[in-house]
């Protein structure tokens, strides 16, 4: 774990390889359908796999519990956003195609409805093969390289209005999960 002042929070190793296993066979059954194109209104370029799921369902898998409960803990301790129950919150799963060389370009993560803000990003690495490219960027005085996000099981929150980016995969897949923890307007 570790915390980077005002901007992001990293767990290592916060989902063993066999619960990331785990977590990406739940998504594929128990998901909502795909990623509509207006969703959060971003630049993607050919995703292989986009597919929405609510937190409430994730929250099944007693190890998720787990790792919600350190994302509301760290939110309390360090960022200290007032944010919604998580029942409210989506997660999306998407799954980049060194075949595609995907990318996903600079971007910042807001709700699409007018009362409420989306407050925190977290994402989870779900890729069970190593790959290449598709490192993770926040704009913090230019583009910082996030490696710890590249580990399996490995987790990351940051604040969902800085810029971010994942940079085009160039061997293998990376797959992820998105979180978006929403609240009340801002004030």
């Known amino acids: 774990m570790n ?15 066999s619960q990331v296993k785990q977590l990406s066979s739940f998504i ?4 909502h ?9 971003t630049s993607k370029k050919n995703i292989k796999t986009k597919k929405l799921i609510h937190l409430s369902k994730l929250e099944e898998l007693s190890f998720f519990k ?3 409960y350190n994302i509301l803990e760290v939110n309390n301790l360090y960022f200290g956003y ?3 129950e998580t029942y409210r919150n989506q997660g999306l799963y998407q799954c980049y195609d060194s075949k595609f060389n995907n ?12 009362l409420i803000d989306t407050k925190l990003t977290v994402v989870i690495n779900l890729s069970t093969k190593k790959y290449t490219g598709g ?4 704009h913090l005085d230019g583009g910082q390289s996030i490696k710890q996000i590249n580990e399996s099981g490995n987790m990351i929150m940051f604040k969902s209005i800085l810029p971010h980016r994942v940079l085009p995969l160039t061997k293998g897949e990376r797959k992820t999960l998105t979180l978006f923890l929403e609240g009340p307007n801002f004030r």
């Open 66 to 68: 787990q790792a919600i």
């Open 135 to 138: 490192d993770f960027e926040i």
């Open 28 to 31: 594929e059954k128990n998901n």
């Open 103 to 114: 990318e996903y370009k600079w971007h910042n993560d807001i709700s699409a409805q007018p």
């Open 82 to 84: 007032d944010l919604f």
């Open 3 to 17: 915390y980077e002042k005002f901007n992001y929070y990293w767990w290592q190793n916060q989902f063993t390889s």
């Open 33 to 41: 359908g795909d990623e509509p194109d207006s969703f959060y209104n």
